[in-house]
């Protein structure tokens, strides 16, 4: 491999000094016989062949002399500027390769600088920490979805084993199957969630845009939930102005206010308060969701639309941590903007707003 490579280094300044060569020979060529020619009409003299012949092989030495210097001086200029430039980039790179993505490229300096390899640098050194950051998403990814899969499979294959006692009474069958149920319809929340979501990230699913009521629109996603908050006794206020027309894929923003209101519910407590509101400007469409529920820390509320993040464990199993991942995905699809205003043990209040036209 090593003579291999000693070839092609000779190969290669060969072929430069043969470039070289001509191109000095040429230029020489050509200042000589226009030099030749202004000098004999000049002085009107005429050259014999010998000194012709003579000053020809002076012409060749000096030629053959000057292009070994240029291929010298552009082997060095090359070792320099280039050569060791394009080692450090292909060193790293072959780090990438082997799945070392903290790998970075220190700045060329002097004037092997000015031949866009800084530039070049500065594109690896982004690209490496954007290949950095994705690698970290991707394996706590799939270290979630495999703790998400765990769980509702390890609850069907405990109560599946249960019900195969003998001699179990019909009260304990029925909730041995409710609990498998719960857990299959879980399963298949996440799952659902999961392709969704990949779907939005890739950009596989393309708005349908059409102009409807927002308004009707939140009034029939707020009343999918009466049976759960009324099961907690909750009061449910609405603040919601009327013919509030937006443009705007209904089915995806449905996702996104079914989210908001399936958790102020699910974290305010019984006889707690879900306030609904929607408010158009000039400017601006706003839909507010508050609850007097618990409440997250500051530090919660910066990662709450993270994929599989739940600030709240002890209300884990009713969901999978990628319910507000989907909103912050639909909302960003659809060019809002999305933030969440909260004290722990007041409540939170999420506040979505769309650019009117």
């Known amino acids: 491999m090593k003579e291999k490579v000693k070839l092609r280094n000779l190969l290669k300044a060969l072929y430069h000094y043969v470039v070289f060569f001509a191109l000095v020979a040429f230029v020489i060529s050509c200042c000589m ?4 020619s202004i000098l004999s009409e000049t002085l009107g003299v005429t050259l014999t062949e010998a000194s012709v012949q003579a000053a020809a092989k002076l012409t ?5 002399f000057l292009s070994l210097i240029f291929t010298l001086f552009d082997v060095f200029r090359r070792k320099i500027m280039v050569d060791k430039p394009v080692r450090r980039i292909t060193a790293a790179a072959k780090k990438i390769i082997q799945g070392d ?4 490229i220190n700045r060329v300096s002097g004037f092997a600088g000015t031949g866009g390899f800084n530039e070049i640098i500065d594109c690896f050194n982004k690209m490496t920490e954007e290949l950095s950051g994705i690698e970290t998403l991707r394996t706590d990814f799939i270290s979630n979805v495999s703790h998400e899969l765990k769980t509702p499979l390890a609850v069907m294959q405990n109560y599946s084993t249960m019900l195969q006692q003998p001699g179990l009474d019909e009260a304990k069958r029925i909730e041995y199957a409710k609990s498998i149920s719960g857990a299959c319809r879980r399963l298949a929340s996440l ?9 939005l990230e890739n950009q596989q699913i393309y708005p349908s845009v059409r102009e409807y009521d927002l308004g009707e629109q939140l009034c029939e996603c707020l009343l999918q939930f009466e049976d759960a908050w009324e099961k907690k006794k ?49 400017h601006h469409i706003v839909v507010k969701v508050s609850d007097t529920g618990c409440g997250m820390t500051p530090e919660v509320g910066k990662r709450i639309f993270d994929k599989f993040y739940q600030g709240d464990t002890s209300h884990g199993a009713e969901g999978n941590g990628l319910g507000l991942a989907l909103v912050k995905r639909v909302v960003d699809i659809m060019q809002g903007e999305i933030g969440v205003e909260s004290v722990c043990g007041q409540g939170s209040t999420f506040t979505v707003r769309f650019r009117r036209g």
């Open 101 to 104: 993505f903290d790998v970075r």
């Open 60 to 64: 060749f030495i000096n030629v053959l």
């Open 234 to 282: 909750m009061n449910i206020e609405t603040d919601i102005e009327d013919d509030v027309i937006i443009s705007s894929d209904s089915e995806l923003l449905s996702h996104v206010w079914n989210n908001l209101f399936s958790n102020a519910i699910k974290f305010t407590d019984k006889g707690g308060t879900v306030l609904v509101s929607l408010k158009a400007t000039p």
């Open 33 to 36: 016989m226009l030099f030749v």
């Open 191 to 199: 799952i659902s969630n999961i392709l969704k979501l990949n779907k």
